[in-house]
């Protein structure tokens, strides 16, 4: 059972301690002035900590966890030589690649044991028409594995059949924000749509999904909202297939009488993307090796491909996100240490200021306890409300630098909560040594002083 006594000495303590530092408000908000700013870079801090977290994990969503991304290096040599070049000889002379294509795909899926799933896309920057209205999109032919491999799910309609698939059907499904233009108020849901000179039948829709600008930009992600996605074999019949060799008269018509130039070939690659997923994180780099050389044995060689892990990046960004929170919170200990010697010098003051009037209470039989628990009330008052006011800074903070700086912060009740615990203690510790001060003085001695 809770001692009664001992619950009223402490609320005269405090109504005491209370009392004092409405009297003395100017010295009390400067002293609790490193409280505030203590928890309110501890509250800051976690905020875009968590931000930081949420981020991560968000875009781990988007690029998967167990992915591999390979994409192709366009030949983009100036055809521009100098008039005075020689005939190049064999020797010196590129070696000849086929680019990224579907065999590649289909290779990597038998060859390699550690890989679940190949998904090969292709990307055209195009335009739709319905109805009148013309906006330009992105037509992304894809395998029949890129809807899981990328983590898309149909909100509305199905996935292409194999039906589809095989026979180069022209069949599309849709991001969110394309049904949104081009079909305000409805389902597009069976309806045609004009990509190019193709008309295609919508049959299916996909979830919306929310990508920043920062996720877009650090591991090249889409806007997926805004495309349209066909099978891969329908781009190939339907639209461009790239392995198919043109010639350019004009380039060949020039180059008969003068010396041999190497004429860039631009995107010869097939495909414009492979995203190989495999069974186990712990083999993705494993994987990415036998993988670089696979296909630089299938492409003679050269070296026109680039492999990504998108979760080694993430994992780099987190780490520097982590040095950064570290940054951050040292300054925020250093704020409360600060803050705390603060409460305790200006606690020690107050005790030299009233030394009588410690005298006096001990002479009228207050204990050492009493004088303990006295200024300890008014330590833990003080660390308490500058506390409380650290929260409101941190959080309007918290979403000043949202707002600002456009780094996502996310606010928890456990941050709070651990901030104003912290105070607490500040409070507790730094207050014990000016309480015991107070108490150790004579109560003779404390009378006699002036």
Sequence with gaps: MIDKILLEKLKSNFNEAYWFIKTNKVRTFLTAL???FGVASVITMLAIGNGAEKEILSQL????????VVTPLPDLEDDTESENEEETTDNDSKRFSKGLDVLDASSISKNIPSVKVVS??????????NNGKQNSVKLIGVSSTFFDVSNIHIEKGKTFSDYQIRNALPVCIIGKKVEKKLFTGESALGKQIKVKDVWLQVVGVIEEKLISDKAQEDLGIRDLNQDIYIPIKTFL???????IITDDLDARNNNQNGPKKRIARGNYHQIDKLTIQVFNSNELKATAEVLSKLLKRRHN???DFEIAIPIQLLKQQQKTKQIFNIVLSIIAGISLLIGGI???????????ERTKEIGIIRAIGATEEDVILQFLSESVLISVGGGIIGIIVGIIG????EIVSGIETVLSL???????????????????FPAKAAANKKPIHALRSE
């Design 34 to 36: 490193g409280i505030i």
């Design 342 to 352: 603060g409460i305790m010098n200006i606690m020690l003051a107050s005790v030299l």
């Design 414 to 432: 456990n941050s709070i909560l651990l901030s104003f615990f912290i105070a607490v203690i500040i409070g507790l510790v730094f207050g014990i």
């Design 237 to 243: 019949v339907r639209y461009r297939d790239r392995k």
């Design 120 to 129: 090969s896309e292709i990307i055209l920057d195009t335009y739709v028409i």
């Design 61 to 68: 969503e988007l690029v998967g966890v167990n992915n591999i």
């Design 398 to 401: 918290a979403y000043v630098i």
């Design 301 to 303: 060689d050269v070296l």
